[in-house]
């Protein structure tokens, strides 16, 4: 069997303007040091396309970078909970503004870190939900 299937595979989605908002190269670097196989791509819309693509094989783990707005992440986190509600979804916030968190909170995130979150306390809170 191919490793890379055997992985837990994470989706890291970012609204494409907000690109630098959050370094992605280490952050990739750190959860597939951890185990984890990254999937990248662009935007709510590439995000839902690629979920209708790999349906019920697709990511265990969905994680969403929101930068200057919340918009994008809080309309992938509704969809998600609601085609896939066994994907964890995890929103990194830059701003982490309260209200921000809550209405991703509400919107169906699992969880929802501060953007410049250490890479293995990202990776345990990952792991964390995945053995729920």
Known sequence: MDQQAERPCVQLVVDPRD???????????ALDGAGFAVQRCSGRAAASRWLDEVGNHGPVAVLVVAGRSTRVAVG????LS??????VVVVMD??????RVVD???A???DCVPARVHPEELVARLRAHLRR
């Open 94 to 99: 830059a701003a982490g503004v309260p209200g």
């Open 104 to 106: 991703t909170l509400e």
């Open 82 to 87: 609601r085609v896939a509600p066994w994907v």
């Open 108 to 110: 169906g995130a699992d």
């Open 19 to 29: 690109a630098g908002a959050v370094p992605r190269d280490p952050l990739a670097a």
């Open 76 to 79: 992938l986190c509704r969809e």
